[in-house]
């Protein structure tokens, strides 16, 4: 049986300009878990879910109770893992009863020495109007930058460099287990003398999910999110869907440019290091872009 590791973008759980509502990700996750359910009868398959929105939101509740120091991102990754986690491990059973399911909070090793902790770069929460900027960086401190026409906190977002509990995950997909697993990216670690230690940042799940798939040996890898492909000439009158190209043909796109660039450069490093193909697509057409007939195919 092949593997399939599966990439759900915060976004598309979440869609953008959506209430942050428990409702409104059921809803989301709705959408696709009939689809992946079927897709385990014949792949093993690892589900690795973004967290942007959620883990921002979880943030802004922290901050709300002034009484108790605020708690450190890598815990509010965690968080982040079991909520989402569960949220889709109760949908995939309500349509799936007899398909075992299980969530894994997994810990990914970070440099403590990454540049990306200089330069914050990681959207994470709601959106705000871009004149609150002075007022938002002033009140809680938090780096702000442009996503689009609208204004979000952004935070450090290191490379991740290795899976710590990826025997635990091997584990369940040898039982047949779809395994909710690196959520948010992992819960960010770094050595020290004390061991391995949380870090404050949030890894950007496509390059966890790029390495979960390198690592597990994975046949296919598949990023889902709010763009129903790989697009030429963006937001013009040009757009053009790219439908199938090589990692050197996307090359000049896979950028860190918080959009689509981060995805581009997850699935390229996946298919120039394992020689498989990668998916790129939305979350509704999971099955039309596996078979080749939606998103974008990523070749070697």
Not at 51 to 63: D, E, K, M, S
Not at 239 to 248: E, G, L, V
Request: glycine share 8%; proline share 6%.
């Amino acid at each position: 049986m092949e593997t399939l590791v599966i990439a759900l973008g915060g976004n598309a759980l979440l869609q953008r300009g959506a209430v942050l509502s428990a409702e409104n990700q059921y809803q989301s996750i709705s959408l696709i878990a009939d689809a992946i359910g079927k897709l385990a009868k014949k792949y093993r398959i690892a589900i690795v879910h973004g967290n942007g929105p959620q883990v921002g939101l979880l943030a802004l509740q922290n901050l709300a109770y002034s009484d108790v120091p605020p708690y450190p991102l890598d815990i509010l990754v965690a968080e982040s893992q079991g909520m989402i986690g569960y949220m889709l491990a109760q949908q995939l059973g309500a349509f799936h009863p007899a398909q075992p399911v299980s969530t894994l909070l997994t810990r990914v090793l970070v440099d403590s020495e990454d540049p990306a902790y200089q330069q914050p770069s990681k959207f994470i929460g709601p959106v705000y109007d871009p004149q609150q900027q002075a007022e938002l960086e002033q009140k809680y401190g938090w780096s702000m930058k442009l996503d689009g026409k609208y204004l979000r906190r952004v935070v450090p977002s290191p490379e991740p460099k290795k899976i710590l509990d990826i025997e635990a995950i091997n584990l369940l997909l040898a039982k047949n287990h779809i395994v909710i697993c690196n959520g948010g990216g992992g819960v960010p670690m770094v050595a020290s003398n004390e061991g391995m230690v949380g870090s404050e940042a949030v890894i950007d799940k496509d390059l966890a999910s790029a390495l979960l798939a390198e690592a597990l040996d994975a046949d296919h890898l598949v990023i889902l999110t709010d763009a129903d492909a790989v697009y030429q000439h963006w937001g013009t009158p040009q757009q053009k869907a790219i439908r199938s190209a090589t990692t050197k043909e996307l090359a000049p796109m896979a950028v860190a440019d918080g959009s689509m660039g981060p995805k581009i450069m997850a699935v390229s490093r996946f298919v120039q290091r394992s020689g498989k193909v990668a998916h790129i697509g939305a979350l509704a057409d999971i099955e039309s872009v596996l078979a080749g007939t939606a998103g974008t195919l990523i070749t070697p």
